[in-house]
């Protein structure tokens, strides 16, 4: 059974602070990992993705992920958040033939205090 | 481009009774997801399509739940008999070639059975 967990339901920074979200997954095949950003009543909205290669990826608005074999996870970085960052945050695994099965993990809601 | 489009935003309908939700994916996408968020399941995985045809409906509840997608700029994901249970966001998402490509989310459909 796939999983992704996600240890932090809520996590709570200031404006200015740098937040780490944290990922790990159990997978034993070739994944992938991203991470979405879904906003108060709105739909889920790509950040970023892994797959091979350099295992710190770059993503929109300042986010960077670091993928960790050996610890099997995905962690999200940001260095300063902005309150427009608040919202809730979903670690995603992809595998099965052109990564088209998708497991979530339950999220994180970062609230970005001023 | 206005995204994945989904109708209707939010559908109320009674105890037993049919609902169909519907999923206009961005043109060019070969691969359509349909997702369900719920605050204690969180997101689950219920179907997916390439090209049209169903490739994957491994979470789909199979007694009452049915998905088709009769043409590439379509998806229905129907409901009869709707019980209190299924109360949920419906999403759907597609992405050019599978999940290993980024995947783009709509809105959702906020069904609630009374």
């Known amino acids: 059974t796939q999983t992704v967990s996600q240890s932090d339901a809520h996590v709570t920074v200031f404006e200015g602070d740098s937040v780490e979200l944290r990922c790990n997954y159990s997978?034993?095949?070739?994944?992938?990992l991203s991470w979405y950003i879904q906003h108060h009543g709105r739909g889920l909205q790509f950040l970023l993705k892994?797959?091979?290669?350099?295992?710190v990826v770059q993503g929109v608005n300042g986010f960077e992920a670091e993928f960790s074999k050996s610890d099997s996870s995905f962690h999200l970085r940001k260095a300063s958040v902005h309150w427009s960052d608040s919202a809730v945050y979903f670690c995603?695994?992809?595998?099965?033939?052109?990564?088209?099965?998708?497991?979530f993990g339950s999220g994180t809601r970062l609230l970005v205090s001023p | 481009n206005a995204g994945v489009i989904q109708t209707p935003r939010h559908k109320v309908t009674g105890k037993g009774q049919e609902a169909t939700l519907w999923c206009e994916p961005i043109?060019?996408?070969?691969?359509v997801f349909w997702y369900r968020q719920t605050i204690v399941q969180g997101l689950e995985f219920l179907t997916y399509?390439?090209?049209?045809?169903?490739?994957?409906d491994s979470g789909m509840p199979k007694e009452r739940f049915s998905a088709q997608m009769p043409n590439q700029s379509h998806s229905t994901l129907k409901i009869q008999s709707t019980q209190p249970q299924d109360s949920a966001v419906y999403l759907c998402?597609?992405?050019?070639?599978?999940?290993?490509?980024?995947?783009?989310f709509g809105k959702g459909t906020r069904l609630t059975v009374v």
């Open positions: 892994y797959y091979s290669g350099n295992p």
């Open positions: 399509f390439r090209n049209q045809a169903p490739i994957d």
């Open positions: 995603a695994v992809s595998y099965g033939t052109g990564g088209y099965k998708v497991v």
């Open positions: 998402a597609s992405s050019l070639q599978g999940a290993n490509t980024e995947v783009f």
């Open positions: 997978y034993g095949g070739s994944i992938y």
């Open positions: 043109s060019g996408h070969s691969a």
